[in-house]
């Protein structure tokens, strides 16, 4: 197939390209700066948020991946949900099969933070004018360079002792990146997959803190974790943007939606893509070699 990836530099993205190559697809790499691209598939100017570039982009394609959101800026969700809108719209307009989205987990009847109801919308939005969209909802994605992944293990690694909010206690279903990959791939000509949400998932549910901790013991480290039940998301946000390399805005958006338990309810892309996916330790033992390569490499 002819394939658009949107956000194709970015954290699943620049793997998502190699591995739809490998796959025998023709990869199409959406970026803003077509001439500084150098990874898998033929680069194509285009850019979300701006209309005009996406009809050129789209045109000839028979299915697009989405990849992309807006974190970083306060107004991320009028910005994704404008990009979500206009996407849609070009993929309808030069008539595509699919789209593909990673979105994120968590139960539509809690009270989702505004980054996980931000997500929900741009699932509606991406096919409001018609084209079937497959969702894969993930939560912590295990990978080196993930923002939520990177933010775990800068904590581990800074503060050997640490005061932490309520939040470390909620539970998620972290997976890794390259079984994010996996999936994504291998839904694309599953018919069974349009027009869907599939949770994605990997073996195990733990909490926050249960991550932290078996990081630690895998890096062997030594941390000491003191709840504060009154450490408010915008104190936490300030506070990790003091010990990560996270900035304020994006840690405050993810904090927000740390309060929200984001497992895997139903396991129905186990039966339309069956693979056995990593378990948490191996997943971060994965991160970390990648980590080090690239240090190696840069060095």
Not at 29 to 37: D, F, G, L, V
Not at 62 to 83: K, M, N, P, Q, R
Not at 137 to 153: D, F, K, Q
Not at 165 to 181: E, K, L, S, Y
């Amino acid at each position: 197939m002819r394939v658009v990836v949107a956000g194709a530099t970015g954290f699943v993205g620049r793997r998502l390209c190699p591995a739809l190559t490998e796959a025998g697809h023709e990869v199409l790499a959406m970026t803003r700066r077509p001439e500084e691209y150098t990874g898998a598939g033929e680069a194509v100017p285009g850019d979300v948020h701006d209309a005009s570039t996406l009809g050129d982009a789209l045109r000839g394609a028979d299915a697009a991946y989405y990849l992309v959101h807006s974190l970083g800026s306060a107004d991320f969700e009028t910005l994704d949900a404008d990009a979500a809108r206009a996407f849609g719209g070009a993929a309808a307009e030069e008539g595509l099969q699919r789209i593909v989205y990673l979105g994120g987990l968590g139960d539509d009847s809690d009270d989702l933070s505004p980054h996980l109801r931000s997500r929900r919308q741009v699932e509606e939005l991406l096919g409001s004018d018609g084209v079937p969209v497959t969702s894969l909802r993930a939560g912590i994605i295990v990978g080196h360079g993930g923002v939520s992944w990177e933010l775990t293990r800068q904590l581990v690694e800074h503060l050997p002792a640490m005061v932490t909010p309520t939040w470390v206690r909620t539970r998620t279903q972290p997976i890794a990146v390259a079984d994010v990959v996996r999936y994504l791939v291998g839904v694309l000509e599953v018919p069974e997959a349009a027009g869907r949400a599939l949770d994605i998932g990997g073996p195990e549910v733990l909490e926050y803190l249960t991550m932290m901790r078996r990081l630690a013991v895998i890096q062997g480290r030594r941390m000491l974790v003191v709840p504060v039940p009154l450490l408010t998301p915008q104190l936490s946000s300030r506070w990790l943007s003091l010990v990560t390399d996270v900035d304020t805005q994006t840690g405050r958006s993810l904090i927000d939606s740390m309060s929200n338990e984001v497992i895997v309810r139903d396991d129905a892309i186990r039966s339309l893509v069956p693979f056995e996916p990593m378990g948490y330790d191996e997943a971060v033992l994965a991160a970390l070699g990648e980590r080090a390569k690239q240090a190696r490499t840069s060095s």
